[in-house]
C-alpha cells in the first residue's frame, strides 16, 4: 500500500513533532533533568507516534476502500495486523 503523497504531510508533521520531542528527552537526560518531567516529555513521543501509526492506517484503510469496489476490497486481515502493530 502506497500512501497519497496528498495525505502524507499531517503523518510527516506528527513524525517531525515526535523527532523533536525525542531530541529534548535525550537533552533531558544528558543534563540530568528531573525524572518527573522527562517522563512527560517521553509521554508526547510516544503520543505522537502513535498518532501518526493510528493515522497511516486509518489513510490507508481509506485508500483501499476508495481504490477497490467498496470496504469488500480491504484485505481486513492485513489491515487488523497493521492496526494491532501499534497496540
Known amino acids: ?27 533531558m537526560l544528558e543534563e540530568g533533568a528531573e525524572c518527573e518531567d522527562v517522563l512527560t516529555q517521553l509521554s508526547a513521543v510516544l503520543k505522537a507516534l502513535e498518532r501518526a501509526g493510528f493515522q497511516i492506517v486509518a489513510t ?4 483501499c476502500i476508495a481504490a477497490g469496489d467498496g470496504p469488500g476490497s480491504v484485505d481486513v486481515k492485513k489491515m487488523e495486523k497493521l492496526f494491532l502493530s501499534l497496540a
Open 1 to 27: 500500500m502506497q500512501l497519497d503523497p496528498g495525505e502524507l504531510q499531517a503523518i510527516v508533521n506528527r513524525a517531525k513533532r515526535a523527532h523533536g520531542h525525542l531530541g529534548k528527552v535525550i537533552a
Open 60 to 63: 490507508g484503510l481509506q485508500q
